[in-house]
């Protein structure tokens, strides 16, 4: 068996302290703590957030991980126009959506949301928007097409709203773009979906699986004005979780018959697979970016109040060997 | 006898805190129904875990019948449904959970 010092040359450092400010790969044994560790970088992780108020699915997600919003979404028997407002470790309550509707798109920000699309027990598919400042929720523009399982990206007062269905379980393709007050058309996806994930903003937005017939892997970039092909996910699968930007996004996640946990992230050409959620759940909420990720409620078996928070592998830790 | 690959316990989830990055970077933790945890068996880290959650340990058998508890009355609620009930054209019905050894 090869030693340390016949792979690497040297000795493991001894030492009475852990030092400083050790760079990735330095390993050392700590005589006080009597440890062996080493520095590494931290692989992608998921660890547990704030558990939810209201237990619920299809809700809206905007914002980020240490500012997240969640809204709207489903728990027998009706829509909800909860909103709930996270601050990275807690959630507390904050103004209801003037409309109670689930499978409604959320973008922007915990302050400054948007929140549009959905059906409503009772009433059918929305068209309507809403907008939050950070305590109420007031009308903007309607969209042009009344749709539900749409996507979306961007700002309060520049977003982007893709794909759907408007007559369940029919995809569409339709874009419209919002200005902060008007809802107009943009080029439309090149596969019909709904189901899919958004990220991104109005001018450099994607567009990731979803369901046509049958479960789909492909990816779209928008440009502000047409939709052209990305690389295909993973895992195809729709009502997943999402967060990001068109070159840094991350969906994680949904379902592909069966609840999936899977993570993926996407580097403006490709996926890659990531560390799995804790909890294999669908119709969950999102925000965040692909460092910093908020997944929150959704469906187990039932509905959930849990979130989880998600770390990408960026961060370098000090560890320690153990024999197990 | 074989060897476990994973050990399971029982404990609710209670926010912050309950899996930390560090937990989770350094072993796997599944959640199923019913607040079953699934970690690898064998497992120091994993040992500490559930140690500190106050986890209540459960043979696989045992974390089974929770899950599939939990299932059931998931896939009665599906069942119960109108058939034309648009909720019900839109979720499939919840699977079978299998917990491996």
Do not use: H
Not at chain 1, 150 to 170: D, E, H, I, K, V
Not at chain 1, 172 to 196: C, F, H, I, M, Q
Not at chain 1, 308 to 314: D, F, K, L, P, V
């Amino acid at each position: 068996m090869s030693t340390y010092y016949q792979i690497f040359g040297g000795k493991v450092n001894v030492v009475s302290a852990d030092p400083s400010n050790p760079i990735e790969g330095q390993i050392w044994y700590n005589t006080t703590t009597e440890l062996l560790k080493y520095r590494a970088i931290a692989p992608a992780a998921w660890a547990s957030g704030g558990n939810m108020g209201t237990a619920r699915n299809e809700l809206g997600g905007a914002g980020t991980q240490t500012a997240g919003l969640g809204f709207g979404g489903y728990a027998a028997p009706s829509s909800k126009n909860n909103t709930e407002e996270y601050d990275g470790s807690a959630w507390t309550a904050g103004g209801n959506l003037a409309i109670a509707r689930y499978g409604l798109v959320g973008a922007g920000t915990q302050t400054a949301g948007l929140g549009f699309g959905g059906y409503t027990t009772g009433s059918g598919n929305r068209n309507s928007t809403e907008e939050y400042d950070g305590s109420a929720w007031t009308a903007g523009g309607n969209m042009g097409t009344a749709r539900v399982y749409l996507a979306g990206c961007g700002t309060q007062t520049s977003a982007l709203g893709f794909g759907g269905t408007a007559s369940f379980p029919t995809p569409v393709n339709p874009t419209e773009e919002y200005d902060g007050s008007t809802w107009t058309a943009g080029g439309n996806l090149n596969t019909a979906r709904y189901g899919l994930g958004g990220a991104g903003t109005q001018t450099v937005g994607l567009a990731f699986g979803g369901t046509t017939t049958t479960f789909v892997s492909n990816t779209e970039e928008y440009d502000g004005s047409a939709w052209t092909a990305g690389g295909n996910m993973n895992t195809a699968r729709r009502q997943f979780g999402e967060a990001g930007t068109q070159t840094l996004a991350l969906a994680f996640g949904g379902t592909t018959g069966a609840n999936t946990a899977a993570t993926e992230e996407y580097n403006g050409t490709s996926w890659t697979t990531s560390t799995s959620m804790t909890t294999a759940r669908k119709y969950l909420g999102g925000c965040g970016t692909q460092t910093a990720g908020l997944g929150f409620a959704g469906i187990t078996t039932a509905n959930s109040v849990a979130t989880e928070e998600y770390t990408g592998a960026i961060t370098p830790v000090t560890r320690t060997v153990t024999a197990s | 006898m074989a060897n476990k690959n994973y050990q399971y316990c029982v404990a609710e989830c209670w926010g912050k805190g309950f899996i930390t990055n560090n937990d989770s970077s350094q072993f796997s933790i599944s959640g199923f129904p019913g607040n079953v945890w699934q970690v690898p068996a064998n497992n120091r880290n994993a040992n500490i875990w559930i140690n500190g959650i106050a986890g209540v340990r459960k043979t696989v058998q045992e974390a089974q019948a929770i899950v599939t508890e939990q299932v059931q009355i998931a896939q009665a609620a599906y069942d119960a449904l109108p058939a034309d009930d648009f909720r019900k054209t839109q979720f499939s019905r919840p699977n079978d959970i299998v917990l491996p050894e």
